[in-house]
C-alpha cells in the first residue's frame, strides 16, 4: 500500500510562484509512474503533468506548459511541482498520484492507483 501526502499549497498573487511536494510512504516508488492533477470548484479534475519511473520523462498539460516543472528526488519517494507564472485559472486542489497502469496514458487518471488528499493553491488577480 501507498499513502501520498500534498504539501506547499498556498495563496500568492498572479505571477508568483509556489512549489509543491508530494511525499510517499508505504513503499518505493522508484519503479511507479507519479503525476499531478487539479480540480477547480464546480469542474472535473484535470491532468497537469506526470514523470515517468522508468525514463524521468515529464509530460505536461498544455495550459501549465513552460510554466510548471515536475521533478522527483533520486529516491523516488518524493515528488515536486515547482508553479511559476501563476494565474487566476490555476487555481484548484492539486493531487498526487501514483500509479502504473501501462495500458492508460498517463494523462488519465486511471493510470494512477494511489492518490493524495489534496492541497488547496488559490492565486488572487
Known amino acids: 500500500q501507498v499513502q501520498l501526502v500534498e504539501s506547499g499549497g498556498a495563496t500568492v498573487q498572479a505571477g508568483g510562484s509556489v512549489r509543491l511536494s508530494c511525499e510517499a510512504s508505504g513503499r518505493t516508488l522508484r519503479f511507479i509512474d507519479m503525476g499531478w492533477f487539479r480540480q477547480a470548484a464546480g469542474k472535473e479534475r484535470e491532468f497537469v503533468g506526470s514523470?515517468?519511473?522508468?525514463?524521468?520523462?515529464?509530460a505536461y498539460a498544455d495550459s501549465v506548459k513552460g510554466r510548471f516543472t515536475i521533478s522527483r528526488d533520486g529516491a523516488g519517494n518524493t515528488m515536486y511541482l515547482q508553479m511559476d507564472s501563476l494565474e487566476p485559472a490555476d487555481t484548484a486542489v492539486y493531487y498526487c498520484a501514483a500509479g502504473l497502469t501501462s495500458t492508460i496514458s498517463v494523462r488519465s487518471p486511471r493510470h494512477y492507483s494511489y492518490w493524495g488528499p489534496g492541497t488547496q493553491v488559490t492565486v488572487s488577480s
Open positions: 514523470i515517468m519511473y522508468n525514463t524521468g520523462t515529464s
